[in-house]
């Protein structure tokens, strides 16, 4: 089914200096990994080259190529949650980080002010720290919070891409993730000196 639509911007030989740098960065920010962020533009713009005819204009050129990125992002996961080893994260499971808690779940201790998150997610530095904060992570928890922060995907299919035997577990671990880039973020970017 071959469209005689002409869309602005669906010409591919552009793409790559069109949208090349902000796939790479979307890429990069989900991956954080720079070759495999480059492999993922890279199948991204193959598969818009094959599918172009498909495309039927409901969005911008880049949305849809963003899109398509997501679609890749997600295989790229689900190819990699072999490499991935499924005990490291069951371990997180049984360390015991669970006494910043009260037996009603709640903070044992007081978050420092954050004052105005909106101002602090404008600023560059602040980004810097969160990504060295993310980086500091075990890598396997690093992929988990970013796969779970930036795909639509299910709880479920959250577990079999990473190879979690319950979403109790899931939601363990990431919620033990979160505590680290909290504190990690406390330390490095509120009480910084």
């Not at 010409?11 to 990994?33: F, K, V």
């Not at 049984?94 to 404008?122: K, M, Q, Y």
Request: proline fraction near 2%.
């Amino acid at each position: 089914m071959t469209s005689s639509k002409t869309y602005p911007n669906m010409n591919p030989s552009s793409w790559l200096d069109d949208y090349g740098d902000e796939l790479y960065r979307y890429a990069l920010a989900r991956l954080r990994d720079k070759s495999a962020a480059e492999d993922v533009v890279q199948e991204t713009l193959l598969a818009a080259l094959k599918a172009q005819e498909n495309f039927r204009g409901d969005s911008a050129v880049k949305t849809w190529l963003i899109g398509i990125m997501k679609f890749k992002i997600i295989d790229f996961y689900r190819k990699s949650a072999r490499e991935i080893q499924s005990e490291s994260l069951e371990h997180t499971l049984s360390s015991s980080e669970d006494n910043d808690f009260d037996e009603n779940g709640r903070w044992l201790t007081a978050v420092n002010s954050w004052s105005d998150p909106d101002l602090a997610l404008h600023q560059d530095q602040f980004f810097a720290v969160y990504q060295s904060c993310i980086d500091a992570l075990p890598e396997d928890q690093a992929k988990l919070f970013v796969l779970n922060e930036t795909s639509d995907l299910s709880s479920e299919e959250l577990c079999k891409i990473i190879n979690i035997s319950t979403t109790n577990n899931l939601w363990v671990i990431l919620s033990r993730t979160r505590k680290r880039l909290r504190d990690c973020i406390d330390k490095n970017w509120f009480n910084a000196e």
